[in-house]
T-cell receptor
Framework: GAGVSQSPRYKVAKRGQDVALRCDPI?????LFWYQQALGQGPEFLTY????????KSGLPSDRFFAERPEGSVSTLKIQRTQQEDSAVYLC????????????FGPGTRLLVL | AQSVAQPEDQVNVAEGNPLTVKCTYS??????LFWYVQYPNRGLQFLLK??????LVKGSYGFEAEFNKSQTSFHLKKPSALVSDSALYFC?????????????FGSGTRLQVQP
């Protein structure tokens, strides 16, 4: 079946622009996660949804970062007034709900802020 | 707080030889432990996980990992490396006993298998 899909795959933004990154999780997956992966680093947690509820946003680095999942399926990560330090790969993952769930990752969106 | 250490930035091994990629972790309570692999321009692919039970976990593509509670380690192993195993490998941990579902990843180890 289809895996997690993300769009766009690449995004170039000028500093100060707003960007929106989309994630389509695996069908039926209740949990959805966003991670940020800087060059040469492991992914770092940003936020977590269970259905449409955002249960953990402790990893969002600033109030310029905002995520939503209004219908409990597709999610959008929005970054306002982008800065150069926002340049990274943004990974989305989804999983079935349950304490032993495995997270399945999408291919990521590579964001470059100039 | 939880953390993962992957002490080797790169591991080089000849094709056909056994390989080990090291991982140690720190977490409050019991851990869930994971290994993921990342190929260029692709997302993370799940390899294997430890939840409870047998300390030796078998996963995809002939990989296995051994959970050692006393050493807080979860090293990834394969008896015979293939050139196609060359990729970036990430170890990750999650605490079993908390409600927090986020994974904490190590910084990754690049595996290079030479023909």
């Amino acid at each position: 079946g289809a895996g997690v899909s993300q769009s766009p795959r690449y995004k170039v933004a000028k500093r100060g622009q707003d960007v929106a990154l989309r994630c389509d999780p695996i069908s039926g997956h209740v949990s959805l996660f966003w991670y940020q992966q800087a060059l040469g680093q492991g992914p770092e947690f940003l936020t977590y949804f269970q259905n449409e509820a955002q249960l953990d946003k402790s990893g969002l680095p600033s109030d310029r970062f905002f995520a939503e999942r209004p219908e409990g399926s597709v999610s959008t990560l929005k970054i306002q007034r982008t800065q150069q330090e926002d340049s990274a790969v943004y990974l989305c993952a989804s999983s079935l709900v349950g304490h032993e769930e495995t997270q399945y990752f999408g291919p990521g969106t590579r964001l470059l802020v100039l | 707080a939880q953390s993962v250490a992957q002490p080797e930035d790169q591991v080089n091994v000849a094709e056909g030889n056994p390989l080990t990629v090291k991982c140690t972790y720190s977490v409050s309570g019991n851990p869930y432990l994971f290994w993921y692999v990342q190929y260029p321009n692709r997302g993370l692919q799940f390899l294997l996980k430890y939840i409870t039970g047998d300390n030796l976990v078998k996963g995809s593509y002939g990989f296995e990992a051994e959970f050692n509670k006393s050493q807080t380690s979860f090293h990834l192993k394969k008896p015979s490396a293939l050139v196609s195993d060359s990729a970036l490998y990430f170890c990750a941990v999650r605490a079993l006993d908390t409600g927090r579902r986020a994974l904490t990843f190590g910084s990754g180890t690049r595996l290079q298998v030479q023909p």
